[in-house]
């Protein structure tokens, strides 16, 4: 079965400086591999999907993530951070025949200071 | 854009009632998904469908049921709400065509307290 990790529940940083949210993953073949963001009282709003293409992804608002095989990690990053960036992150891996089974990660809650 | 709607933002109902629990997407999507968010607990997935009256359950299926009999809606019924089942409920939706996994698409969600 697949796993998430995400490495770390909150991360707090100040505007203007660099994002790096952490995922690593396990999967016995080539998985497909997303980054949500969540703001309070909202559902999940995909940022960005990695499937097999380039490895660097880019997504919505700024963000991107680099899909590194040899260390199973997906990590999200921004260069420099906004206070709307404020929000639950998840690191998702899909499984099953048609990606029907997603595993969501914890989830790493973003602050970000003025 | 994909739309995926769910008929309420909040509701408040008391202990042993019938809820009933809407959602609609306007994308043509096979899959369709209920979730319930908790604190601690993450996303669980309750049930799924991935065609006109089929579905499948998820890892907590208990206490709850699905209904989908047009291919645009999905919906979740508590039979006999409890005070367990007060949580944030996400529903979503995905296509299979194409050749790699297609991310779901959420709702807003339903903010659902049993009193």
């Known amino acids: 079965a697949q796993s998430v990790t995400q490495l770390d529940s909150h991360v707090s940083v100040s505007e203007g400086t660099p994002v790096l949210l952490r995922c690593n993953y396990s999967s016995s073949y080539s998985p497909s591999l997303f980054w949500y963001v969540q703001h309070p009282n909202k559902g999940l709003q995909l940022l960005l999907k990695y499937t097999s293409a380039a490895t660097l992804v880019k997504g919505i608002n700024g963000f991107e993530a680099e899909f590194k095989k040899s260390e199973t990690s997906f990590h999200l990053t921004k260069p420099s951070a906004h206070m709307s960036d404020a929000a639950e992150y998840f690191c998702?891996?899909?499984?099953?025949?048609?990606?029907?089974?997603?595993?969501f990660g914890p989830g790493t809650r973003l602050s970000v200071l003025p | 854009d994909v739309k995926v709607t769910q008929s309420s933002r909040y509701l408040v109902k008391r202990t042993g009632e019938k809820v009933f629990l809407e959602c609609v997407q306007d994308?043509?999507?096979?899959?369709m998904f209920w979730y319930r968010q908790d604190p601690g607990l993450g996303l669980r997935l309750i049930y799924f469908s991935y065609d006109v009256k089929m579905k499948e359950k998820g890892d907590i299926p208990e206490g709850y049921s699905v209904s989908r009999e047009k291919k645009e809606r999905f919906s979740l019924i508590l039979e006999s709400t409890s005070t367990n089942q007060t949580s944030m409920y996400l529903c979503?939706?995905?296509?299979?065509?194409?050749?790699?996994?297609?991310?779901?698409?959420f709702g807003d969600g339903t903010r659902l307290s049993i009193l």
């Open positions: 994308m043509d999507h096979e899959n």
């Open positions: 979503a939706s995905s296509t299979r065509q194409g050749l790699y996994h297609q991310p779901q698409h």
């Open positions: 998702v891996v899909s499984e099953g025949d048609y990606g029907q089974n997603f595993v």
